[in-house]
């Protein structure tokens, strides 16, 4: 069902944890709440759940204003980044816990829960405890713990932070699969960019209890907001040279850079470069050193400290293309390039 | 050094610290089953007369089976009593949104300090005016209250081991907190319950001052005020019988002590009066 | 009100009220009973007027005439119907019951020589002088020592004795003569004059200290230390045995070091060999009686520093131990350079918690040597026990031991107050994460 806040503020005693936040998600959307630690994005998840009072503002769900409402009667599936799964319980007991509390009939929660095992393929599973299970399975049945009452909406806080790598990159695919299918509307907060790009329709990045920008992945990525939203999308980070606008262009070290945006002459700015945009190459060339050259296998990894005082990295396919200490006169595509004024803001 | 040596030489000091402990542990098993010529400790017959007390009474005292159904009844109504309202108490004080919170466990933290004796003095008034005094249910009120703040302490401590998650999950599941509480989280915490309940039943047997001021009469007299009266009179020291009485006394705390040893160290160690 | 809250109060519903009923309540008497001269002789709900020899040396010493005093206290003769019935009781004659009665009704007489003169006087005088004497003593009438229940009847029969009273004199008279417990701060008086208050204060101080400084924290640390050293079996061996004092019922606890230092026990029977005359080593001298007081509470509370101590030093990182055997360092050097500095709260805490329980705890020191020889271990808590609660002389002074309790509880109240500052309560309430 669509989500949406409007206004929503949030204090803890005299911090402001959130303040003024606006956001829709479209009904069986999957949006990510992306942002560093502290960001208020886990606060703003136990708003929507009930667990946090609002202080400000009001929340809807499918039209309904939950603002007051307690968290037992939102509907709302959390899943935890401990999964908080009740230990003294079977599987099975855990996953029909809320259909227990609803009062469901025996019979019937044990057909719905068997058909979630069966989604989530968990059904060999069901009479183990937690602590019998491992943490992919145990985060299965969490999640379908979460789904098994049909909830308007699904929320999942840091689900993927305690898997090792390789299970996370299954559970990301698995998860969406299972919220695709169920076409459950879903809140994802997590501080993984790769998680966030890979698993949602939308991202809204936070910083600070504020919602800085809103939009799709592909879009985010290319055309960011600012530099705090440039610096979180992207490994290895993106890396910014000085630069001041001039007649035609930027001026970076001694080279003219083409540039169609305007700024008031001389103002201290700063254009980003990705590492994929940057390598022996480009059109823009500037002097330097290479500093550092790691192999990640399918490509090389280099940092260049330039001669104008910066470090860029470059991602390149294949074998190595310079060595440590070598100098080069490495280039970038300015057409790729992202410029930024004094404050942050992209221009 | 080798670990060898340096091991012994350690168990040798503390032994020698432990000494007078282990005496007295040995001698009370050895002198309650034999007797020995005045003068000397090496026992020279074995004999079960200091065990008499449990198949005649002793002149004076009340029968032994009566002190002991009393001590069972005390010791077992203050564990249940401390058990059923710390468990509840300390979870509104670790969990709920109370208001006053940090009042009312600043006070529990503050009665933990307060001398039994100051209160003593004015509960034994209060009884004797309630007309509770030398009554067992009494005592048993006394006793459980001046354990409930080291019991709610205790379970709050508990209460904050279980992840907040288990309680987040359980409210979104639909449950209400009392709901949460029940099936959820009291679960969680049943080694805590077990370990305030053994140790408040060891404490209950153990007690002496309060039944000894509360209540005396013989017909509400428990094992330790017995006990107490076995020579309390100066001048006819009988420590074979005292010993033997002591040893039957100490044997349930013996058993659970031996069996929950290390349940009851964590209580112990979170600190306890004494 | 949040639907939580609610249910808090519910949760927390009985222990408040047995805490109000069983702490609070008795709390606040006690400080209530320091104000008052309740004892066992004046009863605890209340009592009647009376005038005693006491009251009468009170009332002379509160400066009312020695003749006002002498004249309350003096007896008289009287002829009314009270004393005719309680004559016709004893078994005097009817005619002169019937004479005194009809003829001498009122009349009183202020001396026994003047009513015997006046008895023989009498037409049916009494028979012979046994019957005399015995018709004398039912028409004595005195108000000493006579219980009156309220004071108005006492009032009535101050009146009665023909001694004038001004209101002031009357109120005195009527003070001094109550039996029942009286309001006062004569108890805080004492206690400030009593040179005994400062004994007794220093004698707490010596427990306190001695028993933590050599057991509570310095013999637990040994004990944490070595068994931490020691493989895991042994280790937790001499562990639990140290817990076994804690464990075990106090009175049989103690009765055991009783019979080990009385002069029948073991030290005495161990020693006798080699010339030692035997004696009660408990309660020959007051060094000995201290020396097993330390002892008996120091091996019961070197359980809780030990178990304390040993887990956090096994909360200890082991690359410190690692690193310091790395460098060389001596098992006795780890002690002093890893060990301790990680000990230091630990033992500040079990010092700062053992010193007001120590300071509470009067049980060992009672079933000891209560108190003895002398008054020589008579710590603080265990004087308010045996003045309100254990007298010898059957006369428990409640008031007067409500007061050194009420000091104990300001001093325990003070310290744990700055105990919670010191331990940083304010992290110890954090705040509920559902909100509702």
């Known amino acids: 069902m669509r989500i949406e806040l409007q206004h929503f503020s949030k204090r803890f005693g005299d911090t402001v944890v959130v303040s003024d936040m606006n956001l829709v998600v479209e009904e069986g959307e999957m949006i990510a709440l992306l942002g560093p630690s502290g960001c208020g994005k886990t606060t703003t998840l136990f708003a929507i759940s009930g667990v946090h009072r609002v202080d400000e503002g009001r929340i809807t769900i499918g039209g309904r204003d939950v603002t007051r409402l307690p968290a037992q009667k939102r509907n709302v599936g959390v899943v935890f980044q401990s999964y908080a799964l009740y230990p003294h319980m079977t599987a099975r007991r855990n996953i029909g816990f809320p259909l227990a509390i609803r009062g469901m009939e025996r019979r019937a929660a044990d057909r719905a829960i068997d058909e979630m095992a069966e989604l989530l393929e968990i059904r060999p599973l069901l009479e183990r405890r937690p602590g019998e299970l491992s943490g992919g399975q145990q985060q299965r049945v969490a999640l379908a713990r979460a789904l098994v009452r049909r909830p308007d909406v699904l929320l999942l806080d840091e689900p993927l932070a305690n898997l090792d790598a390789r299970l996370r990159l299954d559970m990301r695919g698995e998860i969406r699969r299972i919220q695709r299918e169920t076409h459950t509307t879903a809140i994802l907060v997590t501080h993984d960019q790769v998680e966030a790009m890979s698993m949602c329709d939308r991202i809204a990045i936070m910083d600070r209890g504020r919602v800085v920008q809103i939009a799709a992945p592909a879009e985010m990525y290319e055309r960011p907001a600012s530099r705090f939203v440039a610096s979180f999308l992207g490994s290895p980070p993106i890396a910014y040279l000085p630069a001041a606008a001039t007649e035609g262009g930027l001026r970076v070290g001694d080279a003219l850079v083409p540039w169609a945006g305007t700024a008031p002459r001389d103002t201290p700015l700063s254009i980003g470069v990705r590492p994929e945009d940057f390598g022996p190459d480009g059109p823009i060339r500037l002097a330097g050193t290479v500093a550092a050259v790691e192999s990640h296998g399918r490509e090389m990894l280099y940092a260049v400290d330039l001669a104008l005082g910066a470090r860029l990295r470059a991602i390149q396919p294949g074998i190595a293309r310079a060595r440590i200490g070598e100098a080069v006169a490495w280039g970038f595509d300015p057409a790729r390039m992202l410029v930024f004024d004094g404050e942050g803001r992209r221009l | 050094m080798p670990n060898r040596l340096r091991s012994l030489m350690i168990l040798g000091l503390i032994g020698i610290a432990s000494l007078p402990l282990i005496v007295m542990l040995a001698f009370l098993v050895i002198d309650s089953f034999s007797a020995s010529p005045p003068g000397t400790l090496i026992p020279d017959r074995f004999t079960l007369e200091h065990w008499r007390f449990l198949w005649q009474t002793l002149p004076g005292r009340p029968s032994i089976w009566t002190a002991t159904a009393n001590t069972f009844l005390f010791a077992g109504a203050t564990g249940t009593l401390l058990v059923a309202i710390s468990s509840t108490a300390g979870y509104a004080l670790a969990r709920l949104d109370l208001p006053f919170r940090a009042f009312f466990l600043g006070g529990v933290l503050v009665m933990h300090a307060f001398p039994t004796v100051t209160l003593i003095i004015a509960i034994f008034l209060v009884l004797q005016v309630t007309g509770l005094y030398n009554t067992l249910a009494g005592v048993v009120l006394v006793k459980t209250a001046l354990n409930l703040p080291l019991g709610i302490w205790l379970m709050k401590g508990f209460y904050d081991t279980v992840p907040w998650e288990i309680e987040i999950a359980g409210v979104q599941d639909g449950a209400s907190r009392f709901t949460v509480w029940r099936k959820l989280v009291l679960p969680q915490v049943r080694p805590g319950l077990a370990a305030l309940g053994l140790f408040s039943v060891i404490d209950g047997w153990n007690e002496f001052i309060l039944p000894q001021v509360l209540a005396p009469r013989s017909d509400v007299q428990v094992l330790s005020v017995y006990l107490a009266g076995l020579i309390s009179d100066d001048s006819r020291f009988d420590f074979h019988l005292f010993k033997a009485v002591g040893l039957f006394y100490v044997l349930p705390v013996t058993l659970i002590y031996m069996i929950f040893q290390n349940r009851l160290m964590s209580i112990y160690g979170g600190g306890t009066k004494g | ?436």
């Open chain 3, 1 to 436: 009100m949040s639907s939580s809250a609610r249910l808090g109060l519910l949760m927390l519903a009985p222990a408040a009220i047995v805490v109000a009923l069983l702490f609070v309540a008795p709390a606040i008497l006690t400080g209530v009973f320091s104000f008052t001269s309740m004892t066992t002789a004046t009863g605890i709900t209340g009592g009647a007027w009376q005038l005693t020899s006491e009251a009468m040396g009170r009332l002379r010493s509160a400066g009312l005439a020695a003749a006002t005093v002498d004249a309350l206290a003096a007896e008289h003769y009287r002829i009314d119907e009270t004393t005719l019935a309680t004559a016709a009781d004893a078994g005097v004659a009817a005619a002169t019951i019937e004479e005194l009665r009809t003829r001498h009704g009122g009349e009183t007489f202020d001396n026994r020589r003047d009513f015997e003169r006046f008895l023989k006087g009498l037409a049916a005088k009494p028979a012979n002088v046994a019957a005399l004497k015995a018709a004398v003593p039912p028409f004595r009438v005195s108000i000493v020592n006579v219980r009156y229940e309220t004071a108005a009847a006492f009032d009535a029969a101050v009146a009665g004795s023909g001694v004038a009273l001004d209101a002031a004199a009357r109120d005195l008279v009527g003070r001094e003569a109550y039996t029942g417990w009286r309001w006062t701060t004569a108890n805080y008086g004492r206690l400030a004059a009593s040179p005994e208050t400062l004994a007794r204060l220093g004698r707490t101080l010596l427990y306190v200290a001695s028993t933590i400084l050599f057991f509570n924290v310095g013999f637990a640390l040994v004990l944490a230390i070595a068994t931490y050293y020691l493989p895991k079996g042994p280790g937790a061996a001499v562990r639990a045995f140290w817990l076994i004092p804690r464990v075990m019922p106090v009175v049989l606890y103690v009765m055991l070091w009783k019979w080990l230092a009385w002069d029948g026990g073991f030290l005495s029977t161990v020693l006798a060999p080699l010339g030692v005359a035997p004696r009660n080593w408990l309660l020959d001298s007051p060094v000995n009686a201290w020396i097993f007081i330390v002892l008996i509470n120091g091996f019961i509370g070197a359980s809780m520093g030990m178990i304390i101590f040993s887990s956090a030093i096994r909360a200890i990182p082991q690359p410190l131990f690692y690193a310091s055997a790395v460098d060389g360092a001596s098992t006795l050097q780890q002690v002093r350079h890893v060990i301790l500095p990680q000990l230091r709260w630990p033992i500040l805490f079990v010092t700062s918690y053992q010193t007001l329980s120590l300071l509470a705890s009067f049980q060992e020191i009672l079933l000891a040597t209560d108190g003895g020889p002398g008054s020589s271990t008579e710590v603080w808590a265990l004087a308010a026990y045996n003045t309100a609660l254990n007298s010898y002389t059957g006369n428990l002074q409640y008031g007067m031991g409500a007061t050194l309790a009420v000091v104990l509880v300001v001093v325990g109240i003070l310290v744990s107050l700055a105990y919670l500052r010191l331990f940083n309560f304010a992290a110890l309430v954090e705040r509920p994460r559902i909100e509702q």
